[in-house]
């Protein structure tokens, strides 16, 4: 028989102005570094506003399955992690298309829509390593199951 998981879960919620602060600084240091990469650090803002698509994007991804999501799965362990996956992979095609979207607007490049799925697949190894993370630091987290 599965594992039954907790329906003793508890909706998250944090302060905006704490969600906010965390996710540009995260967007900045990784603009930062992509523009240094490039060797242009005028690069380094709309570096950021890409993203943040998927600090912040990201993050509101997670909240949503955890206060939306997750109850309406069936609460075996194996359910709970697909559904995350699928959720994290689904919310990051979408997160790929607002920022091909705004890479668009800054440079007038045309967008690679059917590439899609590499956001998907970048958004689940964002939350895989911020899992981590998580785990490291004894928080709730995907890898027990407890957040």
Request: glycine letters at 10%.
């Amino acid at each position: 028989m599965p594992a039954e998981l907790t329906d003793q879960w508890v909706r998250f919620h944090e302060p905006f102005w704490r969600t906010l602060l965390r996710n540009v600084l995260i967007a900045v240091v990784v603009g930062a570094i992509l523009a240094v990469c490039r060797g242009n650090l005028s690069l380094v803002g709309p570096f950021t506003l890409l993203a943040m698509w998927f600090t912040l994007g990201g993050h509101y991804v997670e909240v949503v399955f955890l206060n939306r999501v997750r109850y309406r799965l069936p609460k075996t362990r194996a359910s709970q992690v697909l559904g995350r996956l699928s959720f994290w992979f689904l919310g990051g095609c979408v997160l790929y298309l607002g920022m091909s979207a705004t890479m668009r607007l800054l440079t007038g490049t045309s967008a690679r829509y059917r590439d899609l799925w590499i956001g998907g697949i970048l958004l689940m190894g964002i939350e895989a390593v911020v899992h981590i993370v998580g785990l490291l630091r004894r928080k709730q987290n995907f890898y027990l199951g407890t957040g």
